[in-house]
T-cell receptor, first 113, second 116 residues
Framework: NAGVTQTPKFRVLKTGQSMTLLCAQD?????MYWYRQDPGMGLRLIHY???????AKGEVPDGYNVSRLKKQNFLLGLESAAPSQTSVYFC????????????FGPGTRLTVT | AQKITQTQPGMFVQEKEAVTLDCTYD???????LFWYKQPSSGEMIFLIY??????QNATEGRYSLNFQKARKSANLVISASQLGDSAMYFC?????????????FGGGTRVLVKP
């Protein structure tokens, strides 16, 4: 049982390049989330999904797209990376029960130069 | 809209002593959950403790307890008998049960450094 995994762990992009971050969970969770964490700050929600085939915008969605084609996977895409997107990206998932905490992946450190 | 405030950016605590981390929240929703997460220097987010707004008793998990004062809208984390491994960032978060996706809103965090 790996929990929540993220690929890659580190990435350096040049401005204007694109990339996709992959999040996978093996806990059969319905809900999945993508957050970003800037230095010295808390996490901010980018996008989330309440089930396969559904996605919704969070607090800071601009510049990102997501897809959830399979229940266990949640992809975060950057179509044209900008230096402002330099951050640590966390994926999380949770079950659909009232008290359930979110389980987080290890994070992806992205630098855009 | 909900808001989470952690007013202590950083604090020192002596090993084996207790420490209280402050968290206040703002919501008019009656049903919500409050969470504390630990983020050590390695970066991962570790769930510590949960308190539901309708829970009658304060939550406890080992050395962690949550001092929930609903009228004051505070959910302070108490770590008893601090250990060197408790040095980390600590985040308070809130989830509104009515919110789509049951998403979390995080506070800015408190950095704790345990001194030997």
């Amino acid at each position: 049982n790996a929990g929540v995994t993220q690929t890659p762990k580190f990435r350096v992009l040049k401005t204007g390049q694109s990339m996709t971050l992959l999040c996978a969970q093996d806990m059969n969770h319905e809900y999945m989330y993508w957050y970003r964490q800037d230095p010295g700050m808390g996490l901010r929600l980018i996008h989330y999904s309440v089930g396969e085939g559904t996605t919704a915008k969070g607090e800071v969605p601009d510049g990102y797209n997501v897809s959830r084609l399979k229940k266990q996977n949640f992809l975060l895409g950057l179509e044209s990376a900008a230096p402002s997107q330099t951050s640590v990206y966390f994926c999380a998932s949770r079950n659909y029960n009232r008290g359930g905490e979110q389980y987080f992946g290890p994070g992806t450190r992205l630098t855009v130069t | 809209a909900q808001k989470i405030t952690q007013t202590q950016p950083g604090m020192f605590v002596q090993e084996k002593e207790a420490v209280t981390l402050d968290c206040t929240y703002d919501t008019s929703d009656p049903s919500y959950g409050l969470f504390w997460y630990k983020q050590p220097s390695s970066g991962e987010m570790i769930f510590l403790i949960y308190q539901g707004s309708y829970d009658q008793q304060n939550a406890t998990e080992g050395r962690y307890s949550l001092n929930f004062q609903k009228a004051r809208k505070s959910a302070n984390l108490v770590i008893s008998a601090s250990q060197l491994g408790d040095s980390a960032m600590y985040f308070c978060a809130m989830r509104l049960d009515s919110a789509a996706g049951n998403k979390l809103t995080f506070g800015g965090g408190t950095r704790v450094l345990v001194k030997p």
